[in-house]
Every structure is written in structure tokens, then in C-alpha cells.
């Protein structure tokens, strides 16, 4: 079916500022099924303005953003719920089932861990929960905001592995946010950078 070819995210952005100030320039950025993109550039440039853009939390830009189907994001820190178990914390901000959650728990290697506490995982653990939550909804597009940072090199690599194989398994397009070349060259099929003010792609 044509539909099936049809872009995950068509963004055609003119502007955005905040508080008077230009962040962003003209950016077009079009995402195929399946397609890995890698989003790279100096700190403070506006990755993740460009990320929250297409992920529809902000709003107040110049131009034309499409994403078709269901949307998921892993942010920098693991936004965990310290008081809920585990399977609670997929559950609740999803609205997928019990066994929906344990299933993805399972997936990133936290198979039987559904009520132990985020207190009682390291924050490798902490960010495999990120991404169960993330993949229980078996979202159209991904989002995902420098997710392995922190991460000592080997960690983070284990990480990328997971994350390809998680990737391959749904079939998800996916946008991140890296500052890290190698993790650009291992997870993407395509890699842009922002760079001059207001900030604009360079291919």
C-alpha cells in the first residue's frame, strides 16, 4: 500500500524563538519507516528544541510539522517514577497492560523485575527501563534525547546494541540526540548537524 511509504515526520520549520531570542532557522528534515536519524551539534545549539518540535510538546514555531503515528521519547535523564514499581512505571504513563509491561521488561533484560523499585537499578538499568517504556507502545516514531549519556564507553555500547536490536524488532523510526560521533556512526542511517545562529542543518 502507498500509505506505507509515506514519511514518519515531514517537518518544515521557518523560525522558532523563545524569549526574543532565534534558536532555530529554516530546517527540513523528512523521515522514511524504519529510518535511523542521527541529530549532532555543539551544546546549546537547539537538538533538543528541534526534538521537542517534532515530538508536538513545543509549539510555538514558524511552519509545518507532520508525524504520522503513535509517538514515544526517551529523554536525557530516565524520568522514572521513584515511588511505583518497576511495571508500574510502564504501565501508568502508557496505559498499556500488566503483562504488556513485563513483556518489555523482559525485552531490555529486566525480565522478573517488574516490582522491584528504580531505586534498586543502576542507571544502566535505569535507562533499559527508558526504553521498555518507550517500545511498550510500540510507537511509529521514536525520539530520543542523548539517551546513553553518563554512561561510562562500554556500558554505552551495550546500550547501542540493544537499542539496534530493539529497533530491528519493531521496525521503528527513530530521531536522536547525540554529541558522540561513534554513537551517530553506529545507530544512524543518516546523520545532520545543526550549527550557526539562528541554528540551521548542515548536511
Known sequence: MQASHAPV????LRSFAKNDTAILGS???TLSPAETLALVGPSGIGKTSLLRIIAGIETGFEGDRRVHGKIAMVFQEPTLLPWRCLRDNITIPTGVD????EDALADVGLAGRGSDFPAQLSLGQQRRLSLARAFAVKPTLLLL???FVSLDPALADEMILLFIRLREAH???SI???HVVDEAEKMASRTIR???SPARLVL
Not at 515526520?9 to 518544515?12: A, E, F, G, K, R
Not at 500488566?98 to 509491561?101: D, F, I, L, Q
Open 176 to 178: 536522536f540526540v547525540t
Open 145 to 147: 534525547d542523548e539517551p
Open 9 to 12: 515526520v515531514d517537518l518544515d
Open 98 to 101: 500488566a503483562k504488556t509491561a
Open 27 to 29: 530546517i527540513k528534515i
Open 194 to 196: 545543526l550549527a550557526g
Open 171 to 173: 521496525q521503528v523510526a
